[in-house]
C-alpha cells in the first residue's frame, strides 16, 4: 500500500525558504501514469493546490505561488521535495504530499495523502 509522509521543520521565520520532504513507500514516484504534489490548507481557508510534478518529470506551480515555489523529487530516495521562498505568516499551513492517477483527474483529483505537517511561520 501507497504511503506518504511528510517531514521539515514546523516554525520558519519570516523571509526564510520553507523546506519540506515527502518519502513515498509502497510505489516508485517515477511510476508511469501518476503525479505528486503539495496541497496547503491555511487555519480556517479550503485547500489549495501548490503544484504538482508528473511521471515524466514535467512539473507545474500554481500561478499565485509560481515565483516562490520549487518542486523536485529525488528518485533514488523515492523522496518529493517541497521549497517554498520568502515566506509571511499567510503561508501558514499544514502542508500535504499527495499522489494522483491513474484513475484519478490531474491536477486536481489526488488518490493518496499524507497525514499533513504544520508549518508555522512567525518571528
Known amino acids: 500500500q501507497v504511503q506518504l509522509q511528510e517531514s521539515g521543520p514546523g516554525l520558519v521565520k519570516p523571509s526564510q525558504t520553507l523546506s519540506l520532504t515527502c518519502t513515498v513507500s509502497?510505489?516508485?514516484?517515477?511510476?508511469?501514469?501518476?503525479?505528486w504534489g503539495w496541497v496547503r490548507q491555511p487555519p480556517g481557508k479550503g485547500l489549495e493546490w501548490m503544484g504538482a510534478?508528473?511521471?515524466?518529470?514535467?512539473?507545474a506551480y500554481s500561478p499565485s505561488l509560481k515565483s516562490r515555489t520549487s518542486i523536485s523529487r529525488d528518485a533514488s530516495k523515492n523522496q518529493i521535495a517541497l521549497q517554498l521562498s520568502s515566506v509571511t505568516p499567510e503561508d501558514t499551513a499544514v502542508y500535504y504530499c499527495?499522489?494522483?492517477?491513474?484513475?484519478?483527474?490531474?491536477?486536481?483529483?489526488?488518490?493518496?495523502w499524507g497525514q499533513g505537517t504544520q508549518v508555522t511561520v512567525s518571528s
Open positions: 509502497g510505489g516508485s514516484i517515477t511510476a508511469k501514469f501518476l503525479y
Open positions: 499527495a499522489r494522483g492517477g491513474p484513475s484519478t483527474k490531474y491536477p486536481g483529483e489526488w488518490g493518496y
Open positions: 510534478i508528473l511521471y515524466g518529470g514535467l512539473i
